[in-house]
């Protein structure tokens, strides 16, 4: 039974160009979340996608949107990226209303 | 929201026993306490929940007071393994898709040393 999957892994950009990330929820979980963690510090989180909606949003520009398909696969986009956008993204995914939050390994992005 | 406090680090030594303090004073009544590792570039893991009195698994002990304003994550004959970052966190599910924002803070940087 596969785990919560992120794609890429590592990823390198420069100011002002887009990205897309990407995060399959482990199997039976129809909840994604997504964080971005700097170094050093606690994952702050951005939003969380139910039934293919935006349920919660953090203190995240309109830069940062999201997406999820019927089969709860979730995307993560971030235009015009800045230098500070540079931090490890995170896909959490969880089932209804279970507390428990799974993680995948995230993906480190970089901006140039 | 309920916010946490945790110390910002602390060493241990192998073989011994860790118990890791979160405050979180202004807890609501339908918050439940949950715990996890983080090892570094790598997804946090979940450790622990409870909501009250003390939960037990095969990883760590969970200690919750009468009064709920703080909790204490107990880590038995901690090894070299063990050296991760601990975040304490304060929340609840109210129904499926809208989860309560859980604060994370800068969690409890745990080394353990030979």
């Known amino acids: 039974d596969a785990g919560v999957t992120q794609s890429p892994t590592h990823l390198i950009k420069t100011r002002g160009q887009q990205v897309t990330l990407r995060c399959s929820p482990k199997s039976g979980h129809d909840t994604v979340s997504w964080y971005q963690q700097a170094l050093g510090q606690g994952p702050q989180f951005i939003f969380q996608y139910y039934e293919e909606e935006e349920r919660q949003r953090g203190n995240f520009p309109d830069r940062f949107s999201g997406h999820q398909f019927p089969n709860y696969i979730s995307e993560l986009n971030v235009t015009a990226l800045l230098l500070g956008d540079s931090a490890l993204y995170l896909c959490?995914?969880?089932?209804?209303?279970?507390?428990?939050?799974?993680f995948g390994s995230g993906t480190q992005l970089s901006v140039l | 929201l309920a916010k946490t406090t945790q110390p910002i680090s602390m060493d241990s030594y192998e073989g011994q026993e860790v118990n890791i303090t979160c405050s979180h004073n202004?807890?609501?009544?339908?918050?439940?306490i949950t715990w996890y590792q983080q090892f570094p570039s790598q997804g946090p893991r979940f450790i622990i929940q409870?909501?009250?009195?003390?939960v037990t698994n095969e990883v760590a002990s969970l200690f919750i007071p009468a009064d709920r304003k703080s909790s204490t994550l107990s880590l038995p004959r901690v090894s070299l393994s063990d050296t991760a970052v601990y975040y304490c966190l304060v929340g609840v599910v109210l129904n499926a898709g809208n989860n309560r924002k859980l604060i994370w803070g800068l969690g409890t940087s745990l080394a353990v040393n030979p």
């Open positions: 409870g909501y009250k009195t003390k």
């Open positions: 202004n807890i609501a009544t339908n918050d439940y």
């Open positions: 959490a995914s969880t089932q209804g209303t279970n507390e428990k939050l799974f």
